[in-house]
Structures are given as C-alpha cells and as structure tokens.
C-alpha cells in the first residue's frame, strides 16, 4: 500500500466558524466523489469526462471496501460498457459540471462552494481513508482515458463470463472497423476476419446462460443467428458492431443493471423496470428489421447472379454460333 498522506483540512478558522453550520447534508459518497474530483483537478489537469469521472469512482470504491474494509454505500450499478456510478443518487451540489470545451458533453470538476469544512460531521478516520484512496485511484489511473479504464473494468471485475466474451467481442470489432492508419472506416471484411467473427460469437453463446438471462434469451439467440447471416452476406465491420451494441445496451437496461447493482433507490429500481417491455419490444423490432433486410439483399443478390448468369450463357451461344 502507498505511503499514507496526512490529509490537511480547509476549514475555516475557529473565529470564523463559531455559529456557522455548512448548507449541505453531506454522506461518505459525496466525500469520495469530492475527493476524486480534488485530485483529478489538481494532478491531471485539463477536463475530465463524465465516464471517466464515474470508472474512477468505482473504482476508488472498490479499493476502499476491498483494501480498507470500508462499505461507504456509494450508488452504482452495471452499464453498458461497466460498472457506473449512479450520479442521481447522490447530492449533485458536490459536483460542478459545465459544458465541455473540447467534446461532447460535460466537464467534471468539484464544486466550487463546496470544501472539507461541509464534510465536518463524517468520522474523521473515514474521512482519512476515503482521502486516502482517492489519491491511490487518481495516481493509478488517472491518466487513463475513459476506453481504458472501460476495458480494465471488464478485464478485472466482469459480473459474468458472458460480459467478458461480448466485450472482447466489441473491442474486436472496434479494431477492425477502421484501416490500418485509422483514418477511414473499413467497408470490407476479409475470410480471415469473418472466421474470427465467428468463433467469438461461438465464445458468447456458450457463456450465455439460459437460467441467468431468461427475459432476453430467446431474443439473444435471433440476435445471434442475424448477426452471423450479416457476416456471411458481408456486412462492414462498423455494421455488426452498430448491431451489437443495440443488444448490449437492451441486456443492460433489462438484465445486468438489475443483477449488478448496489444502493440504487426503490423508486429508480421500479422506474426500470417499467422500462423494461418497452426496450425488450424496441430490441424486438429492429432484429427483425435487420434480419428482413439482410434476406432482402440476399434474394437481390441471387437474383443479379441469376441474371448475370444467364447474360453469360447468351453471350457464349453467340460466340459458338460465330
């Protein structure tokens, strides 16, 4: 473990704070979700991205209950692309987050209004370890880029051997959807590729279980046999993982953020669950649709090979006839 660092309080001095209560209602979460931001402000510079704001704290959770034997009850649950904090839950005074300068989205940074002195009535030994583990978290990972900390979260803490087989999947297909200088997208899949894009969709049917994801199941296996029909007629690279990511993202909202979740309010948990025949009708109608429309471009295709077929056998007659 790293050397500890003494954690120095920003309160204000007696005189000036005799009288005087802090605003805010602070918890453990907002501490460590304080301290993250602290540290990412002044050690990494620049903007932090609201994904890789969310892996951090997880992140930092996970060590905190794991290496410090804290339970601090940070909200959080299973995504699509991992585990995420579930910033709702939490008091957004702690945050500030403007619009990004530089992409999409929003910028994270700690609250302007807030300081350590709003944390007062937390127990101070909890206090100095969530301090602590927010500068171990930062100092490991703080200069990854959100793409990374995705994959090291699916790599090291995977709630089921399925999210593993279908994040490699998706990386795989990420790698290949752009030439080699990666300045344009790739239309073509060589035989090599496709056999490869097989044998992992073969990896993720076996790891899918039938008793774990049964509200998705029969759907996954339409998903699975349309997805390979795409491969077989050649769709790009781009295309699969477009299709695969709509599967991903309806498991998640279905399944996995049920199964892999921590202190998310009843409210929420029966907000998504009303969601769920909406995503599962929704995930329904554009396998459908992907599927009729790849078995329309397979006749097409038969029958321009038919056509082109017959144009050959006319123009060799002729040439017999010469």
Same mark, same amino acid.
């Given at each position: 473990?790293?050397?500890?660092?003494?954690?120095?309080?920003? !309160? !204000?001095?007696?005189? /000036?704070?005799?009288?005087?209560?802090?605003?805010?209602?602070?918890?453990?979460?907002? =501490?460590?979700?304080?301290?993250?931001?602290?540290?990412?402000?002044?050690?990494?510079?620049?903007?932090?991205?609201?994904?890789?704001? @969310?892996?951090?704290?997880?992140?930092?959770?996970?060590?905190?209950?794991?290496? =410090?034997?804290?339970?601090?009850?940070?909200?959080?649950?299973?995504?699509?692309?991992?585990?995420?904090?579930?910033?709702?839950?939490?008091?957004? $005074?702690?945050?500030?987050?403007?619009?990004?300068?530089?992409?999409?989205?929003?910028?994270?940074?700690?609250?302007?209004?807030?300081?350590?002195?709003?944390?007062? @009535?937390?127990?101070?030994?909890?206090?100095?370890?969530?301090?602590?583990?927010?500068? /171990?978290?930062?100092?490991? @990972?703080?200069?990854?880029?959100?793409?990374?900390?995705?994959? #090291?979260?699916?790599?090291? *803490?995977?709630?089921?051997?399925?999210?593993? $087989?279908?994040?490699?999947?998706?990386? #795989?297909?990420?790698?290949?959807?752009?030439?080699?200088?990666?300045?344009?997208?790739? @239309?073509?899949?060589?035989?090599?590729?496709?056999?490869?894009?097989?044998?992992?969709?073969?990896?993720?049917?076996?790891?899918?279980?039938?008793?774990?994801?049964? /509200?998705?199941?029969?759907?996954?296996?339409?998903?699975?046999?349309?997805?390979?029909?795409?491969?077989?007629?050649?769709?790009?690279?781009?295309?699969?993982?477009?299709?695969? /990511?709509? *599967?991903?993202?309806?498991?998640?909202?279905?399944?996995?953020? *049920?199964?892999?979740?921590?202190?998310?309010?009843?409210?929420?948990?029966?907000?998504?669950?009303?969601?769920?025949?909406?995503?599962?009708?929704?995930?329904?109608? !554009?396998?459908?649709?992907?599927?009729?429309?790849?078995?329309?471009?397979?006749?097409?295709?038969?029958?321009?090979?038919?056509?082109?077929? $017959? =144009?050959?056998?006319?123009?060799?007659?002729?040439?017999?006839?010469?």
């Amino acid at each position: 473990m790293p050397e500890r660092v003494e954690r120095e309080s920003d !309160k !204000k001095q007696p005189s /000036e704070t005799a009288g005087d209560t802090s605003e805010f209602n602070f918890g453990p979460p907002e =501490y460590l979700v304080y301290r993250i931001l602290w540290e990412l402000r002044e050690n990494t510079g620049g903007e932090t991205g609201r994904t890789k704001f @969310h892996k951090l704290c997880i992140l930092a959770d996970r060590k905190l209950n794991e290496e =410090y034997g804290r339970v601090i009850g940070l909200p959080q649950y299973w995504y699509k692309y991992g585990k995420t904090l579930a910033e709702t839950e939490i008091d957004s $005074a702690v945050i500030f987050n403007p619009p990004s300068n530089y992409r999409r989205g929003y910028s994270y940074y700690p609250a302007e209004q807030v300081s350590e002195s709003d944390f007062d @009535h937390l127990d101070e030994d909890l206090k100095d370890d969530i301090f602590q583990v927010a500068i /171990e978290t930062v100092e490991e @990972h703080g200069e990854k880029d959100y793409k990374e900390l995705e994959k #090291y979260q699916y790599e090291n *803490f995977p709630p089921h051997r399925f999210v593993t $087989a279908y994040g490699e999947f998706r990386w #795989y297909l990420s790698s290949i959807s752009v030439d080699r200088d990666q300045t344009t997208i790739e @239309h073509f899949i060589d035989p090599s590729q496709k056999s490869t894009i097989d044998e992992m969709l073969d990896e993720m049917l076996i790891s899918f279980d039938e008793n774990e994801f049964e /509200e998705i199941y029969d759907l996954y296996l339409d998903w699975d046999d349309t997805i390979r029909l795409l491969n077989d007629e050649g769709s790009s690279a781009r295309e699969l993982l477009d299709f695969t /990511e709509t *599967f991903i993202e309806a498991i998640a909202k279905t399944v996995l953020r *049920f199964k892999d979740q921590s202190n998310i309010s009843e409210d929420r948990l029966k907000k998504w669950e009303g969601e769920k025949e909406k995503v599962l009708s929704d995930l329904e109608n !554009k396998i459908q649709r992907r599927r009729s429309s790849a078995l329309s471009g397979r006749s097409l295709c038969g029958e321009l090979r038919g056509v082109s077929d $017959a =144009y050959n056998e006319t123009i060799s007659n002729e040439l017999d006839d010469l």
